[in-house]
DNA sequence: CGTTCGATTGATGTTCTTCAATATGCGTGG
DNA sequence: CCACGCATATTGAAGAACATCAATCGAACG
């Protein structure tokens, strides 16, 4: 995918959540930034460390986490091509967290300078971008959720759901056959879990609803199963708000 | 406390982080709000619901819960007087979490338009409440790390290390002696556990590095010690940026 | 063709839950 | 003032979920 096309893919989802007039889109539309490949398992964003820019995802699969003292991870959100992984620096610019890139991905870093100017220019682009923080908390807020209540099969049935449904509100795939190139052993970090038990559970799933993790994807046979199995209801995703 | 401190130590929180002229200053000091009292339990908020008001907290304690089909609860913020438990719901009036006193409070319930108002007209507010809202993501954040990968001790110790430098931070108490009057079943919710098994992860607290729960007080023996055994580092609570 | 990484399976141990009972403090009505 | 009821704290015993340790298998890759 393109640069712009990455560009015009955030301007989307950020038209989702908010309404922008239309010279404000285009005020939008003009952001760039350095394109940077990243490698496989390559840290982008370390913890305690600042940064300067935000990190527009083009193709990929990123992880935002947390690092415990003896090197283990979790990880606290997935973002997929045409989220903005850490708009959240941008008021912030030392971050606690990190940004990984799962499998060989292409960002865009776009200069913090560049997204506060916009914002203090334009209040509806400063509510926007704040907005869109707010919707990523609320993901984090169900992730929270789920680890302290739910047990693993609920917990994986719920996530897959839950990037199913963004894959699809974001146009970019089917909630039932999606692409997520993602390993056991990353899927334990996301879901608080070892990679021998991830094992176990995904194996369950794919019995009792038919998912299967295939070439980099995830195909659902048994979606409205998949559902009751997670307890999903995507109203914490809040794709239908519009303010 | 009167309504007017509670505003005044929710400015001093803003200031803590965020560089506000002093006429902005004048200005989120004159907010007003509804003084609502709240008994042990109430819901101010339900999930799903909208809501016109943010919640600012005068005096008590207050809990953001997400709640599962069964009814069980998973807290996933506690907030002391001062702070605004859902500046969050600015941007975003229809959330999918819930807010409950834990104890008798009392809140102020500052009218939506009027902080959007100050946030279109003052960049700067905009740009500090957003940077009040990336603050809490990241403590969300690190719940959900601890959720995932700490123990029950672990996630214990560390949630007492974070409420008392919270208290301390904002100046209502010390690190080692504050008001906490949360109940061991409130405790449970917060920390992704059961009430029995909070009750005995307590008790090996109290053991280990001297932590009193007593008469709403928590009051730590050896502070050094909890935050070895919590991994406790005060970074993500954003408490020394200034932006 | 060997090496490496990821998926898979089995056996065993630990943590936390569940169920159940008892204790303790505190407010309320008598 | 005392008796009672209710919420909270505490303790014990048994079970379930998940972790840990260890080994095998298969595919991709140099």
Redesign the interface.
Known sequence: MHSHAAVALFVRRILLRSVVSPGEVQALSGLEGRRVQASRGQDLVLP?HGVHHATLLVSGLLA?F?Q??DG???I?ALHIPGDMADL?S????????GIQALVPSVVLQIPHGDL?GL??RK?AI??A???D??????I??????N????DAVTRTAHLICEMGMRMEAHELDQRHDFALPITQAQLADA??LTTVHVNRTVSTLRQECGVLFEQGRVRVGDWTGLVRRG?FDD??L?LD?K?
């Open positions: 305690g935002r947390d415990m003292a283990r991870r979790q606290t959240h941008v008021p912030m610019p030392l971050p606690a967290w506060r914002a203090e209040p400063a509510m971008f704040w907005r923080t707010v919707a990523d908390a609320s984090l807020a169900k992730w929270t959720a680890l302290g209540r739910a879901l608080g307890n109203g914490y809040m708000v303010a």
